[in-house]
């Protein structure tokens, strides 16, 4: 596939394959957040390989490199979108997790910080606490990717350990950040875990990987409103030692 060099007003221009003007990394670090609104523009082959061949630069382990992604865009998208939201609006039970989420427990302060960005998220969006449909609605937008027209899905082989899940972790960062870098957003999602068997439907992964996540891609809407979830002040999570 050529490379797309179309003028989308939030693509970066390049030449010969080159990036003509790069983002700096503080801006990349500083605006990536989880946008829950993105228009249908088509993202190119050629743009999606080129952040994935660059992520594959990212540090593990002695190397071994324990992700396992997949990428879906056009009909095999729209088909796990059509089957994913069918299954929830048939009151489908969620499949079982293969990792745990949280703990039962949340201790402070991060009970407290897992409240706020609740608050924020659904009083953004003008639903009240009480209001359960109304959430399950918003919930829904999920398994359609929020309107992207790309998603990622990254698997970990499960008879690794936490230090290799903490390696995704990094892999996954560098992909968004990357993906920034080439005026796109996206949208970490472990909600997609939970219909996993669904995703397997359409991706048929080897058995022993675990779905740890899906990841929705595309350029922002600015026409849906969003809130961007603050973070905690320095004091709170850093010590300085020394001079």
């Given amino acids: ?5 179309t003028s989308h007003p939030d ?3 390049r030449m010969a394959g080159v990036m003509e003007a790069t983002m700096d990394v503080y801006e990349a670090v500083t605006s990536r957040r989880a946008v829950r609104g993105f228009k249908n523009d088509p993202v190119s082959r050629a743009v999606l390989e080129r952040v994935l061949s660059a992520a594959a630069w990212s540090p593990s382990g002695s190397n071994i490199q324990p992700w396992n992604t997949y990428v879906l865009t056009g009909p095999p998208l729209v088909e796990l979108k059509t089957s994913a939201i069918e299954r929830v609006a048939h009151g489908d039970h969620w499949d079982e997790r293969q990792y745990q ?3 039962p427990v949340l201790k402070s302060p991060y009970g407290e910080r897992r409240s706020a960005f609740g608050k924020e998220r659904y009083s953004a969006l003008g639903i009240a606490r009480e209001d359960w449909e109304a959430r399950q ?3 829904i937008a999920n398994w359609n990717c929020f309107g992207a027209p790309a998603a990622l899905f990254c698997y970990i082989d499960r008879d690794l350990g936490w230090p290799q899940w903490a390696d995704v972790g990094m892999y ?3 992909v968004m950040l990357l993906l920034r870098a080439e ?3 996206s949208c970490p999602q472990m909600a997609w875990s939970q219909v996993r068997e669904t995703v397997a439907e359409v991706l048929s992964p080897p058995d022993g990987l675990i779905l740890f996540c899906g990841m929705s891609i595309g350029y922002e809407d600015l026409t849906v409103s969003s809130a961007r979830t603050g973070r905690a002040p320095l004091h709170e999570t850093v010590t300085f030692v020394g001079g």
């Fill in 101 to 103: 989420m949280y703990p």
């Fill in 11 to 13: 693509r970066p221009k």
């Fill in 183 to 185: 005026g796109l957003h």
């Fill in 137 to 139: 609605r918003a919930a």
């Fill in 1 to 5: 596939m050529s490379m797309d060099n």
């Fill in 172 to 174: 996954l960062q560098t």
